[in-house]
């Protein structure tokens, strides 16, 4: 089973690649609408999330994005 670490956290996703791509470009695209009532922005970093498992530039993004902020998080407690 497929799963998705994020900082200590660690999150599984089931189903096959397909699924896992398809829900994740719709949780992107629903993100994009996040102004409607139902929907909402959280649904871009969740997409990307779920993307990350199974898409190689997506992943290298995710954790680019999670040494940055782990970096920034360290500077802003150290000052």
Request: hydrophobic share 50%; glycine share 12%; no cysteine.
């Given at each position: 089973m497929a799963a998705?670490?994020?900082g200590d956290k660690r999150m599984r996703?089931?189903?096959p690649p397909?699924?896992?791509i398809v829900v994740g470009i719709l949780l992107i695209l629903g993100?994009?609408?996040g102004f409607l009532p139902v929907v909402g922005f959280w649904?871009?970093?969740l997409g990307v999330?779920?993307?990350s498992v199974d898409l190689h530039p997506v992943r290298r993004?995710?954790?680019r994005f999670e040494v940055w902020w782990g970096r920034r998080r360290r500077r802003?407690?150290?000052s």
């Amino acid at each position: 089973m497929a799963a998705v670490r994020f900082g200590d956290k660690r999150m599984r996703i089931p189903g096959p690649p397909i699924l896992r791509i398809v829900v994740g470009i719709l949780l992107i695209l629903g993100g994009t609408v996040g102004f409607l009532p139902v929907v909402g922005f959280w649904m871009l970093p969740l997409g990307v999330l779920v993307l990350s498992v199974d898409l190689h530039p997506v992943r290298r993004w995710r954790r680019r994005f999670e040494v940055w902020w782990g970096r920034r998080r360290r500077r802003k407690q150290g000052s």
